[in-house]
């Protein structure tokens, strides 16, 4: 167990190799620990606990006792492509977390007898003097105790889209160390330099926290959820009236041997074998559509799920926002300005009124924009081939200010040759500004300083007429409500070079501000209005500040202007369930924010590309990761990876995801209401006359071509029009609720009217009544399957014609092929038999097309939004 403790350590000399070695052992290694893996068999066993899994083995029993090996093969066929897809998704937590360990640094450099060592981050202890600088991982949790210009980017682990300063603390032996002294695993340096005394590692750091939030699961899908209940009901029910018809078939004196096979016979037609089947197939070809639009499904029920989503959850920084930043307004004493472009690239222009700035500059936007280059630490590199991007080195903020003055012709390299530095003052947390000195072509010397407009903007700093700087103060702060980052910029031109203790940031020339923002992505907005436009509500939950979060959350429309913002930092103030955006959110209390949710019976989409989103994504109905900015912790514990980090995808998932809810229920239909009526004609029959109007075998025919290959296809058809336009189904909706089963009765009412009256009126001609019925039974489904279609008359899913032709031609062959009518027992038709029953059969496809016209699912659904 790692330790937070004993942290004294001599600056000077760090650690002695002896005590670090005591350490190691005492501690144990900085690395997350790592579960015991779960045997195979028990992940299997697992699977095979589920509800529905438990209805197919029963029908796979029963239909061995029938002695139908092909139906048996079909359904342990579904029961092991099921099983895999469910062991994969375990498996997905483990990566999850193994993959926390990668953010830790290979290596460290330490202190350690006076003498600075490079280590495996492994042998990192606490105690260890850590020596940081540009572009080093921080191996551990420490306390900085020395630091010049440390600047860590932290928005892995909180979210804050700008990299932090760091200041150094005395706090030692266990004693709190403050936030802005303070550094942890998995963290990146981008400026500066620094040492750091380690106060935790491995699971006590604040990665392995993270990785502890990880541990548990997501719980049963919605799908899953209902799924489990239409197999308990369907297999209670379907025992239940099979075991009725077994009672009167002894009554009238049947065969008990002939009656059980019937019995047998009619629970496996009245259970929907087929089902899983049809689920996994919609799924993968869900699957199959977001990759071919850059997005990887790494579970298939992740499909299903986003159809049932109520809200969504995402975070700010790389989601709703590029992750960059870029400066988009320019002030001087003179004029305002705005900057366009995105990115770090020199591509955008100055506007002032309206006009493009490309001519000589009254307004001292190239006067503010050349200080605010040379008082910068940061490059920009250009794309390393035709499709890459600009990338910046440094801190983000002075990176935008470069980009914004190359769209003016600033070029970075030739403004410091020109005026190379003489002095510098970095910046640090206390006096929130950065000053460099630059010797000038006539030797004068040319003092720039940038920083907070709060330190800036006062007499201390600043020679200005104060009314001037009031105004520029005014300014400053409307942009800070907006949601920009604001930087001040002042300069003088001074004789000579300052000297020793001579103060540099006094007697300055304010030359104006500079807003900065990480701007909203282009097709967010969009996004946010078609989730709204599909009942799903939009919730943003981000480390940020909660005016940038406001300002982001009210351009994309997540909020209107006046609604509130919840800051995690204040007790309680994240507990109104009407609450859209959260603020200053902990990885913790995104996890408890996403949990709340759930247990307000929301279905929760969550998307995330940091390690801090890792368990609010795994812990979600869904998580969605950023792949191209996303951290392997984030898209190893989501269950849909957007290789193009386009949010936009997430609509285009929640409409596959209807598609597939809505083709399940349609296949329920067909399938359900196929059953009822076997059912009800076995039920029925006899009171006609009809002493056993099927006989098993025909049953389990009938079964095999209507529940096969058309019951599958029917998983296949393409998604209703205006499904995107209709709210999502309430989470407590039982998959065969909103009129499903009356829909089954009024369809299986049909379907037993046909079959019945066929036989009946074939038994009282002299025809060979139990064939027809066996021909009517089967076609009248099959018509059923066509009328079930998501949109009759189009070329969509030609697959479903196809399988209901096939099963149409074998259902003949079970009265004309000889060897079919000795194993089926049916008689060959004539030829006005035939037409007479497969007239009468296409009942079954105005029956569905009807209930359609008179009770449209739509119209439901309206009425309950």
């Known amino acids: ?41 028990r992940r299997v066993l697992s699977q095979l606990r589920d509800p529905l899994i438990l209805v197919l083995l029963a029908a796979a029993a029963l239909t061995l006792a029938t002695g139908d090996w092909t139906d048996m093969a079909v359904i342990l066929l579904v029961i092991v492509v099921n099983t895999a897809v469910g062991v994969s998704q375990e498996i997905r937590a483990d990566r999850a977390i193994s ?4 953010l830790t640094a290979p290596a460290a450099r330490v202190v350690r007898d006076g003498t600075q060592l490079q280590i495996p981050a492994a042998d990192v202890v606490v105690g260890d003097l850590l020596v940081l600088a540009e572009g080093d991982i921080v191996p551990a949790d420490a306390a900085v105790v020395e630091a010049a210009a440390l600047l860590v980017d932290e928005s892995a682990l909180t979210g804050e ?135 990887l499904i790494r579970g298939l029920s992740a499909v299903e799920t986003l159809g049932s989503v109520t809200v969504l959850a995402t975070d700010k920084t790389g989601t709703l926002t590029e992750g960059r930043m870029v400066a988009r307004r320019l002030w001087t004493p003179v004029a305002e300005a705005t900057v366009t472009g995105s990115g770090y690239a020199p591509d955008g222009r100055i506007d002032v009124g309206g006009r493009a700035l490309d001519g000589p500059d009254p307004y001292g936007m190239t006067e503010l924009l050349t200080a605010a280059v040379l008082c910068n630490d940061a490059r920009l590199s250009p794309p390393g081939d035709a499709d890459g991007e600009w990338t910046a080195l440094g801190d983000p903020t002075e990176a935008a200010l470069l980009a914004a003055a190359a769209k003016l012709g600033i070029d970075r390299r030739d403004l410091h040759e020109r005026f190379p530095r003489h002095d510098e003052r970095p910046f640090d947390s206390d006096r929130k500004r950065m000053t460099t000195v630059h010797r000038l072509p006539d030797g004068r010397f040319r003092v720039v300083c940038k920083g907070a407009p709060e330190t800036m903007l006062g007499a201390a700093v600043l020679t200005d007429d104060p009314e001037l700087v009031a105004g520029a103060a005014a300014r400053a702060d409307e942009l800070a409500r907006d949601g920009f980052r604001v930087l001040a910029v002042a300069a003088a031109t001074r004789p000579s070079a300052p000297g020793p203790g001579e103060p540099l940031e006094r007697g300055l020339r304010l030359l104006g501000l500079v807003a900065i923002v990480d701007p909203p992505r282009t097709a967010a907005a969009a996004t946010i209005a078609a989730c709204r ?231 009282h001609t002299g025809h060979p009544w139990q064939s027809m019925a066996f021909l009517a039974l089967g076609a009248t489904q099959l018509a059923v399957a066509i009328g079930s279609r998501s949109r009759p008359g189009s070329r969509g899913n030609p697959m479903l014609l196809v399988a209901v032709a096939s099963a149409l031609v074998l259902q003949l062959a079970g009265l004309y092929l000889p060897p079919l009518r000795d194993l089926l027992g049916t008689q060959p038709l004539t030829a006005g038999e035939l037409g007479a029953v497969l007239g009468l059969s296409v009942l079954g496809y105005a029956a569905v097309r009807l209930d359609r016209v008179l009770h449209p699912a739509q119209k439901r659904r309206k009425q309950r939004r």
Request: proline share 7%.
């Open 1 to 41: 167990m790692t330790q937070r403790e004993d942290t004294s350590t001599p600056l000077a000399e760090g650690l002695s190799s002896a005590d670090a070695a005591l350490r190691l052992r005492r501690d144990g290694p900085n690395v997350l620990p790592s579960r015991p893996p779960v045997p195979a068999w």
């Open 99 to 102: 993959a926390l360990s990668d």
């Open 161 to 295: 889209s700008v990299p932090v300063h760091k200041t150094a603390t005395a706090a030692r032996d266990g004693a709190a160390v403050p936030e802005d002294a303070s550094v942890s695993a998995g963290t990146v340096v981008v400026k500066g330099r620094g040492r750091a005394v380690v106060t935790a590692t491995g699971a006590a750091s604040t990665t392995g926290r993270i990785a502890e939030m990880l541990g548990g699961g997501a719980g049963l899908t919605p799908l899953q959820r209902r799924l489990a209940g239409v197999g308990r009901m369907l297999a209670g029910v379907a025992v239940f009236l099979c075991a009725v018809v077994l009672a009167l078939g002894l009554v009238r004196g049947q065969p008990v041997e002939l009656m059980v096979i019937t019995a047998i016979s009619l629970v496996v037609a009245a259970v929907p074998e087929s089902l899983p089947a049809v689920v996994t197939l919609g799924l993968a070809l869900g699957a199959r559509r977001m990759a071919a639009r850059h997005a």
């Open 533 to 763: 436009r599909a009942g799903i509500r939009p919730v943003l939950i981000t480390g940020d500040h909660p005016g940038t979060a406001r300002a982001v959350a009210a351009e994309l429309g997540v909020i209107g202007p006046d609604d509130p913002v919840a800051d995690c930092r204040v007790p309680h103030a994240a507990d109104d369930p009407g609450t859209a955006v959260f603020a200053r959110a902990t990885p913790a209390q995104k996890l408890d924010i996403i949990q709340a949710m759930r247990e307000r019976g929301e279905v929760v989409a969550m998307t995330g590309d940091g390690v801090n989103d890792g368990p609010a994504l795994r812990r979600s109905d869904i998580g969605v990761a950023m792949g191209r900015r996303g951290t392997e912790v984030a898209r190893q514990a989501a269950d849909l990876v957007l290789a193009d980090d386009d949010l936009g995808t997430v609509v285009a998932a929640t409409e596959e995801g209807r598609r597939v809810y809505g083709n399940i229920r349609r296949f329920l239909v067909y399938a359900l209401s196929g059953g009822a009526a076997e059912i009800a004609v076995m039920l029925l029959g006899p009171a006609f006359g009809l002493t056993l109007p099927l006989l098993p075998a025909q049953i389990l025919w009938i079964n095999l071509l209507t529940h096969g290959l058309p019951g599958v296809a029917l998983g296949g058809e393409p998604v209703e029009r205006g499904a995107m336009d209709r709210p999502p189904r309430p989470p407590s909706e039982s998959i065969v609720g909103a009129g499903l089963w009356q829909r089954v009765l009024r369809i299986a009412i049909v379907l037993t009217a046909v079959t019945l009256g066929v036989a009946v009126w074939a038994h």
